[in-house]
């Protein structure tokens, strides 16, 4: 076996169809395009077009928003992973372990924004751990161990009043009404011997 003997499977690189190079070929004239209009040209702009009726992506109400771009990214490893790196001696259970620990011992290539420690395989040393998270299980298995979790991870705060929505309804359900937008209360009926104005 030479390096000029090596070969993909056949069949896995084929060449690119030439369009338009004569009908001997199966995609001459049209070269795929059927007849003639808008479609038959560059630059179309027809897709989600409906004929000049709302479509259907400005027809459908828009809610709420994606935190996508503003996520914190972290890295994900289980108890597992950490005990198979410390039996192998490179990460030490004397210290704290932290992301960069585990950078240094190869279980993630950077530190990101943190590490979320899941509760997947077994952990059999004591240890004590700073994440950005960790899950339920995990930190029961550590605790279990004799070790200690610390969460970096910012406490979500709890509004003391409620906003928005919620606080028109809590407002609502004081004044003993509905919320704006609901049915109105049927008016009680009058005391017999009350006069009409």
Known sequence: MKLNQ??????????RMRVGRGIGSGMGKTGGRGGKGQTARSGVRIKGFEGGQMPLHRRLPKRGFRNTSFAVKLNETSLGKLQAAIDAGRIDPKATIDVAA??????????????KLLGGGELKTKVDL????????????????????????PAKEV????????????LAAEKGGKPKGGKAEAKAPKAEGEASP
């Open 6 to 15: 090596i070969a993909d499977n056949p069949g896995s690189r084929k060449n």
């Open 102 to 115: 585990m950078v240094k011992g190869g279980l993630m290539r950077r530190a990101k924004g943190g590490v």
């Open 130 to 153: 700073a994440v950005w998270r960790a899950s339920k299980s995990a930190v029961e298995a550590v605790e279990k161990a004799g070790g200690s979790v610390k969460i970096l991870a």
């Open 159 to 170: 509004d003391e009043e409620p906003r928005g929505k919620n606080k028109r309804a809590a």
